[in-house]
């Protein structure tokens, strides 16, 4: 309310305000004029706030660059670095792990160091993991170039080998992988097999190839 008003219009315009009796036209032509300038002096804030949410925002950015500069991790050598990455896979075979948002893939996605770590680290690689099927919903695909790139990387290691067929899917990519890996039979040290007809002859061909399983 303007200061320079009568003290008894702004009685008046106070008693307006909390009753529904209409105005008169000099208290009307007061309230447009003061819509306007409260929309005008709105709007005057709403890009002050915009300007200073913008500020906020470019100062939080270089405080995440500067707590990342400062972190501990930068400090952590490489051997402790990959065995917390150890602690990241899963105790168990178990669903699609070759996918990349799954460790150990996620772990070259976060810098160029963890990159260098964990594929350096071959013990991280070991568990392929290759399922057809799933539900409707959600079928799962394994890729084959992933897998190949997770033999690689696993070096000279044994492999735990999750390989799970389906009847309802491609035999000739089921049984193309499948060959893939009988190929490094001889790393196998845990095998969880769930068998379709196309990849039994092949299954055979593995009597006294695998001396680690």
């Known amino acids: ?76 050598p490489p051997e402790l670095l990959a065995e917390i990455f150890s602690w990241t896979l899963p105790d168990e075979l178990q669903g699609d792990v070759s996918d990349m948002n799954n460790s150990p893939w996620v772990l070259t996605q976060v810098s160029s160091r963890w990159r260098d770590i964990s594929v350096a680290t071959s013990s991280l690689w070991c568990n392929i993991s290759a399922v057809y099927g799933g539900s409707p919903d959600e079928i799962l695909h394994p890729r084959p170039e992933m897998i190949q790139t997770q033999v690689e990387r696993a070096g000279t290691q044994n492999l735990r080998i999750q390989f799970h067929a389906c009847e309802d899917r491609d035999a000739a990519e089921q049984v193309y992988l499948f060959q893939s890996l009988a190929s490094h039979s001889a790393r196998w040290e845990q095998l969880d097999l769930q068998m379709a007809a196309a990849l039994v002859p092949h299954l055979a061909q593995l009597r006294g190839h695998l001396p680690a399983l």
Do not use: C, K, W
């Open 1 to 76: 309310m303007n200061e320079s008003l009568p003290s008894s219009f702004t009685v008046r315009y106070q008693h307006l305000v909390n009753s529904n009796e209409p105005p008169n036209a000099a208290e009307e032509g007061f309230s447009r004029d003061t819509v306007v300038e409260t929309e005008a002096r709105l709007a005057q804030l709403d890009e002050q706030i915009r300007a200073l949410q913008a500020q906020r925002a470019q100062l939080q950015d270089q405080q995440r660059q500067n707590h990342s500069v400062l972190s501990s991790l930068r400090r952590l």
